[in-house]
């Protein structure tokens, strides 16, 4: 009597079955067209503009923001989950480079003068501009 499990080909398929199912658990996310469609809003508090910026697989929503000129501003760079290629966001224009946590990652700029700022992932494939008036 022969077993189904003695057959070399059947472990090999059982492997790569395995592999997909892993890959699949590691970066599943339900919630990846629930991020995109969420719009971010500028909010005012304690004297700063804030805005709220999402990191998803597509890069950054929205990747171009208005400003006003003159007002402290915070940057929230959102980041909902661990698995994606965006680990830090930087910007020669502004002078800042952070490194990127799960969930809220504030940074703080002072009173910004008119004109536009560009910003991109630390590996320089996702961009995006601060447009100040």
Known sequence: ??????????????????????????FYNPNHNEAKAESSVITQQDGYQIIHIEITNDGFQPSNIELRAGVPTKLNFIKRNSFNCITSVESKDLDFNQYLNKGDNLIT?????????????????YHGTIAVK
């Open 109 to 125: 700029l002072e009173e910004l003068a008119p004109g536009t700022y560009k910003y991109s992932c630390g590996m320089l494939m």
């Open 1 to 26: 009597m022969t077993t189904v499990f003695k057959s070399s080909t059947t472990w090999m398929i059982a492997g790569i079955l395995l592999i997909c199912g892993l890959f699949f658990a590691f």
